[in-house]
């Protein structure tokens, strides 16, 4: 009883923690490792045939999940997939068993969007292959990341840009900031492969930095030669952007968008 009851109280405080946003990241850290040194002395996640004890079970579901909305405030990945991957059995295994979490498609959702910024697609559709069709459509968390792959395969980045606007949770914001580096990066890449220059304004809408500044820290970043006239001045390359499709096609997508974006603004 006494250990149930320190296992108990650390969990309050880690609690604490997570609705502070994790501020004291060495502090959560020490409440974690030792919440899951006690979990291993109670049956947190039996195996097959073992007796199902609700208390502990409920715990260790609920010290897993603030660990693993942890791990992305500390940007901590490979802690966040092991979490997750322990999450599923309590989400699967036990749905019968135990009172539906709070957390449950939001880290469900988490998970698909990290899967979405790695190009891990056929994970994704594995992991969607698990959910209802009602969760897939109406459930935020889930709808989310499966809008912002839909965008993906369409070429829509404008929406991909537009949808930092609407991250479901502020836990999606890591995820989603990767995502759209990445595609800004391979817009970029593009570009460099496809204009002998382009004006500082033009690169941004392509981009769509919206900050002037903003543009020139990115432009110095990717080593941009910027002349007086505020073009940036490339090397034209006449090498594939991938396999498939040229930087001068890519470019004109990115042009289209560009002219999208516009648009909308």
Known sequence: ?????????????????????????????????????????????????????????????????????FSISAKDIPAFERYVAQLKSYYLDFSNFLPESTLKYELLGLNLLWLLTQNRVA??????????????????????????????MEGCYNKIFHAKNQVPAPSFNYFLDILVDTIRDEIAVCMEKSFDKIHLSEAAKMLSITNINSMKEYGNKREWSLNSGDYYLFQIDVKKCDDSLTALELAKQAIEYARELEMIV
């Open 123 to 152: 994970e994704f559709h594995t992991e969607l292959e698990l959910l209802s069709p009602n969760d897939i459509q109406k459930n935020v968390f889930i709808h989310y990341p499966v809008s912002l792959e839909q965008y993906l």
């Open 1 to 69: 009883m006494a250990h149930r009851d320190e296992l108990n109280s650390l969990y309050v405080q880690l609690s604490s923690e997570y609705e502070k946003g994790f501020s004291d990241v060495k502090k959560c850290s020490g409440i974690l490792e030792k919440l899951k040194i006690g979990l291993t002395h109670i049956a947190y996640l039996p195996s097959v045939g073992a007796p199902l004890v609700k208390d502990d079970l409920l715990l260790g579901r609920n010290v897993l999940e603030k660990g693993a909305l």
